[in-house]
C-alpha cells in the first residue's frame, strides 16, 4: 500500500510510538546460547537495502493517492505484480538537503562530513542488523555494486564500506571453497591480527587513569573501532573451515562486462546469498556513472539534471524503467525461492 507521512512528519510525535502505529517493531537480537541449544529461527529475518546516487524521478515514481487501491505510477507500474509486497513511503528526505551529496545520508540520515570524529553517529542501518545478525551467518553483511558506488555502508566506527563491484569475486567468495593451504593462512592472519589487537586494548586500558577528560573520550572512541575489529574478526574466524553450499548456476567468470549486463547477474548473486543463508544483509549501490549508453540515452548523471525539459525527462525515464525492472526480477527471484514470508 502507499502511505503518505508527511503530516504526521509535521507534528512532534514519540519515535517509538510513531514506529508502533506504523507497525515496525524492534526484535531482540539473536543470541548465539540461544542457537546453540536448538531455537535457531525458522524465519530469520533479512534486510537488502539497495540505493540509486541519483534516486528517482519523483514526478514518476510517486503515485498522486494513499491508500490501497491507488493508481500506480509511470515509474512504479514495473513492479505493480508486487503491489501487494511494498510499501512508498514520500517526504522521508531527511532534511539533509546536499544535492547528490545526500545519497550518504540513505541509510543514517546524517552526512559523512556531519559526522566526522563521532562514532556511531553515521553508523547505517544495515551494519546495525549485521551486528544484530552475528556470526549466525559466514557473511553479517555484503554490500555490492557496480563501480565505486555510492558511500551507502558505514561501520560503527564511521568506515565507509566499498562495494564488491567483481561478479566473480563475489561469487568466490559466496560459493567456491578455499584450498587448505588457504584456510591456513586465513587462520593464521586472523590469529596475528587478534594478537595485536589485544595488545593494542591493554596498552590502551593502562592510559585510562592517566587522561584528562577530552583524552578519555578519543580513547573510548579508539576502543569502539577496536572492538568493531574484534567482533569482525571472530565472525571470520568461526566460519574458515566450515564448507560453502554448492552453487545453483554456473561459475561467473571474471571478464569485461555492461554494467547493464552486471546488474541483472549482481542481483542473481544476491538473491542467491539470502537463499543459502550466506548473509542475511545485503546492499546494493547503483552509482551516478552508470553506464547509459547501451540503452541509447544520455549520461545519467546529466539526465538527472533535467530542468524538467521534456526531452531530458523521457531518456531518464527509460533508464529508471530498466533499474525498476530489474529490481522487479530481483523480488521475482526471492519470491520463487521463497526467501521472503508471502
Not at 186 to 194: A, P, V
Not at 232 to 239: A, F, G, K
Not at 316 to 328: A, D, K, M, N, W
Request: net charge neutral; charged share 25%; glycine share 8%.
Amino acid at each position: 500500500m502507499f502511505k503518505s507521512i508527511s503530516k504526521l512528519l509535521q507534528t512532534r510525535i514519540d519515535r517509538r510510538s510513531f514506529l508502533q502505529g506504523m507497525g515496525v517493531t524492534l526484535a531482540l537480537p539473536l543470541l548465539e546460547s540461544r542457537a546453540a541449544y536448538g531455537t535457531e529461527l525458522a524465519n530469520p529475518r533479512r534486510l537488502v537495502c539497495v540505493g540509486s546516487h541519483l534516486g528517482f524521478w519523483p514526478d514518476g515514481f510517486f503515485p498522486d493517492q494513499a491508500g490501497v487501491n491507488y493508481k500506480t505510477s509511470l515509474t512504479l507500474k514495473h513492479i505493480d505484480a508486487h503491489r501487494a509486497d511494498f510499501t512508498v513511503f514520500s517526504n522521508l528526505d531527511h532534511s539533509v538537503g546536499g544535492g547528490h551529496r545526500g545519497v550518504d545520508a540513505f541509510l543514517s540520515s546524517v552526512r559523512k562530513e556531519e559526522a566526522s570524529g563521532f562514532p556511531d553517529k553515521n553508523m547505517t542501518l544495515d551494519q546495525v542488523a549485521a551486528e544484530h545478525a552475528g556470526s549466525t551467518t559466514r557473511f553479517p553483511s555484503i554490500s555490492a555494486g557496480l563501480g565505486d558506488g555510492t558511500n551507502l555502508a558505514w561501520t560503527r566506527s564511521g568506515v565507509n564500506i566499498p562495494p564488491i563491484n567483481n561478479l566473480a569475486r563475489l561469487f568466490q567468495a559466496l560459493f567456491v571453497q578455499s584450498d587448505d593451504a588457504t584456510r591456513a593462512v586465513e587462520r593464521e592472519t586472523l590469529l596475528n591480527r587478534g594478537s595485536v589487537l589485544d595488545a593494542l586494548s591493554e596498552s590502551a586500558r593502562a592510559l585510562n587513569g592517566q587522561l584528562n577528560a577530552a583524552d578519555r573520550g578519543k580513547l573510548d572512541q579508539y576502543l569502539t573501532s577496536v572492538r568493531d575489529v574484534e567482533r569482525r574478526l571472530q565472525m571470520s574466524s568461526e566460519w574458515v573451515d566450515k564448507p560453502k553450499p554448492k552453487s545453483p548456476i554456473k561459475p561467473i567468470v571474471d571478464e569485461e562486462r555492461l554494467q547493464i549486463e552486471e546488474m541483472p547477474l549482481f542481483y542473481d548473486l544476491l538473491a542467491l546469498a539470502l537463499q543459502t543463508d550466506s548473509t542475511r544483509v545485503a546492499t546494493f549501490e547503483i552509482p551516478q556513472q552508470f553506464n547509459t549508453s547501451e540503452l541509447n540515452v544520455g549520461s545519467y548523471h546529466g539526465l538527472s539534471h533535467h530542468g524538467k525539459g521534456e526531452g531530458r525527462l523521457k531518456q531518464l525515464v527509460v533508464v529508471e524503467e530498466y533499474l525498476i525492472t530489474q529490481f522487479g526480477r530481483f523480488l521475482d527471484r526471492l519470491k520463487e525461492a521463497k526467501v521472503f514470508d508471502d
